[in-house]
């Protein structure tokens, strides 16, 4: 094979493996984020993990990150919980950052 067809075959491999890895960050993301929306709305243990699923769901309503902000931020609202918009984006940004963190230690 020659260096170029290895060079091209490596760059695949690579942008697959890290689209995999971009899609469990994700995921692990919208689950802390459901997981912690769950709380504040006063969800116990099981229903908590129920909702964090839905969270995920969300996710595949459109590209990008608003239709999941609109699931938490809708669901808040409507159990009456008083978070900004900026509240609940930090909070999105700050389950990115642990869900980083997570998917690259299960990874070691």
Known sequence: MS???????????????????????????????????????GMGPA?????AAEVVKADFEEAGDEDVYRKVKGDLDAKHIDLSEHQVRR????????????????GE
């Open 47 to 51: 229903e908590s993990q129920d909702y």
């Open 91 to 106: 909070e999105m940004e700050e389950q990115l950052i642990e869900a980083k963190r997570q998917v690259m230690e299960e």
């Open 3 to 41: 260096q170029f067809k290895e060079r091209e075959k490596a760059f695949e491999a690579k942008f697959v493996h890290d689209e995999e890895l971009n899609f469990k960050v994700m995921a692990r993301r919208n689950k802390l984020l459901g997981l912690w929306a769950a709380e504040k709305m």
